[in-house]
């Protein structure tokens, strides 16, 4: 029957994709916190700070991305040190292509900070994604 074709077809879907699936769903999770974060640094510290306000939020995130996607989606026995300081490395370079595209997007195309934030970090997504994959929390 078409139901257990699409029941199979998601079986197989969700087997192939799984730590993909996980790290959007953990990831979206910490993106969403990260994000209210950033509100709430921006209604402490006024508009005119938004990149301190970004700095606060990532500082905050971090810890808990770095122990769901270590917990959850990678599931590493790798030493916790040396992870982090992967994720670090990661998080600089994902963290850097967040600051400089918030910046374009907020002075040269002149959106709002808050969309610019939004677009920022869809930029930085996949780019994150590759780099826990293949260095951070790459299977030995």
């Known amino acids: ?13 969700i087997k192939k994709y799984r730590v993909l699936i996980k790290f ?3 990831g979206t ?4 916190i990260s994000f209210l974060m950033f509100i709430v640094f921006l209604a402490l510290l006024g508009k005119n700070h938004y990149q301190l306000s970004l700095f ?6 971090s810890v808990i991305s770095f122990t769901l996607q270590k917990t959850i989606v990678f599931r590493t ?4 040190i040396k992870e982090y300081v992967k994720c670090l490395m990661t998080w600089s370079i994902g ?3 967040n600051a400089v595209s918030l910046e374009l997007i907020v ?4 959106l709002p900070i808050l969309l610019g934030q939004i677009l920022a970090i869809l930029l930085t997504t ?10 951070v929390f790459k299977k030995s």
């Open 56 to 61: 606060a939020s990532w500082v905050f995130s």
């Open 77 to 80: 026995k790798g030493n916790w």
């Open 29 to 32: 999770s910490n993106t969403l």
């Open 107 to 110: 002075h040269y195309f002149e």
């Open 95 to 97: 963290y850097g292509i």
């Open 126 to 135: 996949i780019s994150t994604f590759l780099l826990f994959k293949y260095f």
């Open 1 to 13: 029957s078409i139901i257990n074709i699409m029941w199979n077809y998601s079986k197989a879907f």
């Open 24 to 26: 959007v769903l953990i």
